[in-house]
């Protein structure tokens, strides 16, 4: 099935120590995001990229980074500069108007949720 | 992408109507109306959008004023399984994908 994949959904880290959120679609879209969620607080803009080799800071990319050299995959890597990682990352893509079952919307994954012990 | 403010939290009666309500005064002519929800430690789901006329798919009703200066997401026969986070978000269909940015949202509660 089509769809979203995060990965792990639960990750323990020790602080200091960087570490790697993956998200894969099969979807065929082009543009790919982060968001951040705090125990009872919306959703904030990590980074996104509109396509591959391509990709753009959010409200809140400070101690995040990202790669896109695939159209599939947009790992988020949370480095030890980010001063409080511990929350819930959401992965979403999205299609482009005009690409096949393109409605605008927004597709999430599940969700990685890190700890940083 | 326009802001929009909802109301932080509401509650519903068990198989009443929910009215969820979404103002977005500064929305541009090409900008369209998303609504999503969030069920508890899950990603958000899409529920509807529109542009201006009012929309219905089989989960919900979605009615924009004629000024599209806000508008209202109406679950017709609310079940407790409609309890979650209700996120109203504004954006444009182009080729330019841009920002997608998400607000704190309406928690419903649908009581028994």
């Known amino acids: 099935d089509g769809g979203i994949t995060q990965s792990p959904k639960y990750l323990f880290r020790k602080e200091g120590q960087n570490v790697t959120l993956s998200c894969e679609q099969n979807l065929n879209h082009d543009a790919m995001y982060w968001y951040r969620q705090d125990p009872g607080q919306g959703l904030r803009l990590i980074y996104y990229s509109q396509i591959v080799n391509d990709f753009q800071k959010g409200d809140i990319a400070e101690g995040y980074s990202v790669s896109r050299e695939k159209k599939e995959s947009f790992p988020l890597t949370v480095t030890s500069a980010q001063k409080n990682p511990t929350a819930f990352y959401l992965c979403a893509s999205r299609a482009y108007r005009g690409q096949g079952l393109d409605t605008g919307e927004l597709f999430f994954g599940e969700g990685s949720r890190l700890t940083v012990l | ?112």
């Open chain 2, 1 to 112: 992408d326009a802001k929009t403010t909802q109301p932080t939290s509401m509650d519903c009666a068990e198989g009443r109507a929910a009215n969820l309500p979404c103002n977005h005064s500064t929305i541009s002519g090409n900008e369209y109306v998303y609504w999503y929800r969030q069920i508890h430690s899950q990603g958000p789901q899409y529920i509807i959008h529109g542009l201006k006329n009012n929309e219905t798919n089989e989960m919900a009703s979605l009615i924009i004023t004629e000024d599209r200066k806000s508008s209202t997401l109406i679950l017709p026969h609310a079940t407790l399984r409609d309890t979650a986070v209700y996120y109203c978000i504004v954006r444009a269909h182009n080729t330019n994908a841009g920002k997608s940015t998400f607000g704190d949202g309406t928690t419903l509660t649908v009581k028994p």
